[in-house]
């Protein structure tokens, strides 16, 4: 453990959005980073995935309003692939019944 502590600057532990972000500033800042995560996939509240089946959720990524436009320029977000969609329908709920779920447009008439 003593060699692999003295080979990183700082070790961080998940590779949710929040890590990804403070390792990134820690490498621009010429620091050896390592990120350590527990699951298959990094991203944490910012992934999309099927929780149910047939519906894909984002986790948290409706609350990108918290997430500090200067990240997004300082670490050039935008030209590595950063793509915000805005959504019509802010909430779905799915339900057991196959098929069946309750909608929410932005719109109040379409959601009637």
Same mark, same amino acid.
């Given at each position: 453990m003593k060699q692999l502590i003295n080979k990183f600057d700082a070790i961080i532990i998940g590779a949710g959005h929040n890590g990804l972000v403070? +390792?990134?500033?820690? +490498?621009?800042?010429?620091?050896?980073?390592?990120?350590?995560?527990?699951?298959?996939?990094?991203?944490? +509240? +910012?992934?999309?995935?099927?929780?149910?089946?047939?519906?894909?959720? @984002?986790?948290? @990524?409706?609350?990108? @309003?918290?997430?500090?436009? $200067?990240?997004?320029?300082?670490? $050039?977000?935008i030209s590595k692939g950063l793509k915000i969609h805005y959504r019509d329908i802010p909430s779905l709920t799915p339900t057991k019944e196959v098929g069946k779920y309750l909608l929410f447009h932005s719109d109040e008439k379409k959601t009637i």
């Amino acid at each position: 453990m003593k060699q692999l502590i003295n080979k990183f600057d700082a070790i961080i532990i998940g590779a949710g959005h929040n890590g990804l972000v403070a +390792a990134n500033y820690l +490498a621009k800042a010429n620091k050896r980073v390592l990120i350590l995560e527990q699951r298959h996939v990094v991203g944490g +509240a +910012a992934l999309t995935e099927e929780l149910t089946p047939g519906f894909k959720f @984002s986790r948290c @990524s409706y609350v990108l @309003s918290l997430f500090r436009k $200067g990240i997004i320029k300082d670490l $050039g977000l935008i030209s590595k692939g950063l793509k915000i969609h805005y959504r019509d329908i802010p909430s779905l709920t799915p339900t057991k019944e196959v098929g069946k779920y309750l909608l929410f447009h932005s719109d109040e008439k379409k959601t009637i």
